[in-house]
């Protein structure tokens, strides 16, 4: 990485003592991991004299930080970038520059292809190399279509300037924190490992100093974020290894910390440790999101998951054990390439023994450079559907029977914003459901205790029982 300037690029220091305002627009798509992204590319944004926009018409910078998981999400990006397109255009005859970025996972994925789709796209960046943004940017001032979709050997999060207080504050109290990324599973429907890379883990240190600021800055709670978070494996200083509940365990040491999540699991790196740490460690939310994708052995074989659907009971046992207040939340894939109306039904069976406090549930997609998008037994897009509004109202029901057996309980609340009524203050119970109350704005930000005493379709009520306590 060069750390130039070039001849034709003011420094922002020189462009703000000229009084030009320039903003920025960063919006992100797809999972945590890219919304973790996208608030270090505004970060980068702002160094470079970016403030943020409040809305996309009045950005000189646009940054779609993209999604490539499923079909439908990689072509909500092009009619987004079709839109900008024509607002660059407007722009441009006022007399405005408009850059436009394509970052993340599509990007990595179709690289220069973006760029023939889509020729008012300037830059082009995966997600290993945003740090480069910067350098990025002014070179898109000289020449058009500007991509690195490199893997580099530099350490991205080194280099990525930290959050400044005003921005960590302006986010909120629960933040996003990445501890690993990319992944070696190689899953046979998946496109994370092309699009993330191998899978690495940030060194503890790193991660403590980013959590301690973040805790300085009001955050109360942290979801430590990984593709595979749970196969998190670092040295300490002296050499010892650290694992995630290492970390966890670290983490609830901080200062200001009152909540950990971590996010997302794979059940082969479900480890005693871990389900040990949900028993010990009081910070840590009693909620675990394991994706199982399928209940029948037969298609996790095909899926390359490398679990039986026994072994994913036995997790579920034991992290009860642990912790009996613990719940579940799954992703479930339906319509894999050859899955038979029984195997599906084996699906239904699981979420019947498991039952699951809320879960994501998906019609397969086939992705370009997967092994499942070349196998045999395609299943109808009819069939996909049905099975997954069968699957989907299953779910809907367990998720509304934790609702309704959540009413009488205690639950320490994090609240996030005001209510939608004047006078209320929502947030977020362990167990991620949005919960409501009467209470002042000045609990926002705080972690309160708060008695549920209705359950609405999509939101909790509570009344505040302690006083708040920062
Ligand atoms: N690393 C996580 C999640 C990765 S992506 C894990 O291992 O579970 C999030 C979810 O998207 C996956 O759990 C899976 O349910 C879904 N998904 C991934 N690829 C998909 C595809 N090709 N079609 C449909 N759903 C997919
Ligand atoms: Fe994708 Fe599987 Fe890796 Fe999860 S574990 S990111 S589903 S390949
Ligand atoms: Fe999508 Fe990439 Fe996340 S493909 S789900 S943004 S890792």
Do not use: W
């Not at 722009?91 to 220069?112: F, I, S």
């Amino acid at each position: 990485m060069t750390e130039s300037t070039t001849s034709d690029y003011a420094p922002p220091s020189a462009r703000i003592a000229r009084g030009e305002i320039r903003r920025a627009s960063v919006k992100s798509f797809g999972c945590q991991m890219n919304v973790y992204d996208s608030q270090r590319m505004a970060d980068l944004a702002a160094l470079e004299g970016y403030a943020e926009a409040a809305d996309v018409e009045n950005a000189d910078l646009i940054v779609l930080n993209t999604c490539h998981i499923r079909e439908k999400a990689s072509e909500k990006i092009y009619s987004e970038l079709g839109k900008l397109s024509e607002l660059k255009d407007e722009r441009r005859k006022a007399g405005r520059r408009t850059t436009l970025v394509v970052a993340g996972c599509l990007a990595q994925a179709e690289g220069a292809e973006i760029l023939r789709r889509q020729p008012a796209v300037d830059v082009v960046v995966g997600p290993q190399s945003y740090h480069r943004l910067p350098q990025l940017l002014r070179e898109a001032q000289v020449r058009s279509g500007v991509i690195d979709t490199d893997f580099p050997a530099e350490d991205k999060f080194s280099r990525l300037p930290p959050s400044s207080r005003e921005a960590i504050a302006r986010r909120g109290a629960a933040a996003f924190v990445t501890v690993q990324e990319g992944c070696d599973k190689f899953c046979s429907f998946c496109v994370v490992p092309y699009t993330r890379g191998a899978e690495a883990s940030r060194p503890v240190g790193a991660i403590l100093e980013e959590i301690g600021r973040l805790a300085g800055a009001g955050v109360r709670e942290v979801t430590l974020i990984g593709q595979n978070v749970n196969a998190y494996h670092e040295l300490d200083s002296s050499g010892r290894p650290i694992r995630l509940s290492d970390l966890i365990r670290a983490v609830a040491a901080v200062p200001g910390i009152r909540r950990i999540r971590y996010a997302t699991s794979h059940p082969n790196d479900m480890a005693d440790d871990l389900v040990a740490a949900h028993r010990d460690v009081e910070a840590l939310a009693p909620f675990l999101h394991l994706p199982v994708q399928s209940g029948s052995d037969r298609v996790l074989a095909s899926m390359n998951r490398r679990h039986r659907v026994a072994d994913y009971l036995d997790i579920v046992a034991r992290a009860r054990a642990a912790r009996p207040d613990i719940a579940l939340s799954s992703d479930f894939i339906v319509g894999y390439p050859g899955e038979s109306d029984p195997e599906f039904r084996a699906t239904l069976d699981l979420v019947a023994h498991v039952r699951f406090a809320s879960s994501y549930a998906f019609k397969y997609s086939p992705r370009p450079g997967t092994p499942a998008a070349e196998m045999e037994g395609q299943v109808a897009d009819a069939v996909k559907a049905s099975r997954l509004a069968e699957l989907q109202a299953m779910l809907e029901k367990q998720r509304q029977a934790f609702n309704r057996a959540s009413i009488g309980r205690r639950f320490d609340v994090l609240f996030e914003k005001p209510g939608r009524r004047e006078g209320q203050v929502i947030g977020r119970s362990p167990y991620m459901q949005a919960v409501f109350a009467e209470g002042h704005l000045s609990l926002v930000g705080a972690m309160v205790e708060v008695e549920i005493i209705a359950a609405g379709p999509n939101s909790l009520q509570g009344r505040i029982v302690s006083p708040a306590s920062q």
